[in-house]
């Protein structure tokens, strides 16, 4: 499809055990955005990838959260070791501009991946 | 302290009737504020960018104004359809790259 791709749409996992989740962006674009959304929060930024840049991790809550992108397109973020406060759902976005935040193109969204870890 | 206060927390209204939704911010220098619709167990949507120039925006039947000086911002949802049920997201971005702030979003429920 022409959307933002995210898989798997759902994962359930063990506490302790690494998950990888994937983002299709769409074509031709060279920002990708990572955020996580729990329950009632709102979205919270963890990293971001412009063109080759080196990305921008801020937000990565831990050192158990990493992130690549190959290629300039697909992207996969890895979290080592969940934990059970890692469950959220985990959204991925892509803009057509290389400027961020500031930019005033839109940002597209895939439809997340809901992370449960038990 | 969230740089991004939205108001209501949640919201129930009539098909047919109009709507407001506030966003305050403190992000300060600012570069543009966004508002997203997200449907339930979907990704956010765009509705509006506005920079600091623009005072409105609209989409259809969003139209989003923006008071840079007061640094207020809202949504109005003019003659709402049950499909506008949604959580609506309120986004500001300062000047630098890693500078973005997240309201808590409203959630609007529309009945019949």
Same mark, same amino acid.
């Given at each position: 499809?022409?959307?933002?791709?995210?898989?798997?749409?759902?994962?359930?996992?063990?506490?302790?055990?690494?998950?990888?989740?994937?983002?299709?962006?769409?074509?031709?674009?060279?920002?990708?955005?990572?955020?996580?959304?729990?329950?009632?929060?709102?979205?919270?930024?963890?990293?971001?990838?412009?063109?080759?840049?080196?990305?921008?991790?801020?937000?990565?809550?831990?050192?158990?959260?990493?992130?690549?992108?190959?290629?300039?397109?697909?992207?996969?973020?890895?979290?080592?070791?969940?934990?059970?406060?890692?469950?959220?759902?985990?959204?991925?976005?892509?803009?057509?501009?290389?400027?961020?935040?500031?930019?005033?193109?839109?940002?597209?969204?895939?439809?997340?991946?809901?992370?449960?870890?038990? | *302290?969230?740089?991004?206060?939205?108001? %209501?927390? /949640? $919201?129930? !209204?009539?098909?047919?009737?109009?709507? #407001?939704?506030?966003?305050?911010?403190?992000?300060?220098?600012?570069?543009?504020?966004?508002?997203? *619709?997200?449907?339930?167990?979907?990704? %956010?949507? /765009? $509705?509006? !960018?506005?920079?600091?120039?623009?005072? #409105?925006?609209?989409?259809?039947?969003?139209?989003?104004?923006?008071?840079?000086?007061?640094?207020?911002?809202?949504?109005?949802?003019?003659?709402?359809?049950?499909?506008?049920?949604?959580?609506?997201?309120?986004?500001?971005?300062?000047?630098?790259?890693?500078?973005?702030?997240?309201?808590?979003?409203?959630?609007?429920?529309?009945?019949?």
């Amino acid at each position: 499809g022409a959307g933002v791709s995210q898989s798997p749409s759902n994962k359930v996992t063990e506490k302790g055990k690494d998950v990888e989740l994937r983002c299709d962006p769409i074509s031709g674009h060279t920002a990708l955005y990572w955020y996580r959304q729990s329950l009632g929060q709102g979205l919270e930024f963890l990293i971001y990838f412009q063109g080759n840049s080196a990305p921008d991790k801020s937000g990565l809550p831990s050192d158990r959260f990493s992130a690549e992108r190959t290629g300039g397109s697909v992207s996969t973020l890895t979290i080592q070791r969940t934990q059970q406060e890692d469950s959220a759902v985990y959204l991925c976005a892509s803009s057509s501009r290389d400027r961020g935040f500031r930019s005033n193109q839109p940002q597209h969204f895939g439809d997340g991946t809901r992370l449960s870890i038990l | *302290k969230n740089q991004v206060e939205q108001s %209501p927390q /949640s $919201l129930i !209204i009539l098909e047919g009737k109009n709507c #407001t939704l506030q966003c305050n911010y403190t992000v300060s220098p600012f570069s543009n504020l966004r508002w997203y *619709k997200q449907d339930t167990g979907r990704g %956010p949507v /765009s $509705l509006t !960018i506005m920079t600091f120039s623009e005072n #409105t925006k609209s989409n259809g039947r969003y139209t989003a104004t923006l008071d840079a000086d007061t640094k207020q911002s809202s949504l109005h949802i003019t003659a709402s359809q049950l499909s506008d049920s949604a959580s609506y997201i309120c986004v500001v971005s300062g000047d630098r790259n890693n500078d973005m702030r997240f309201g808590a979003g409203t959630r609007l429920t529309v009945k019949p």
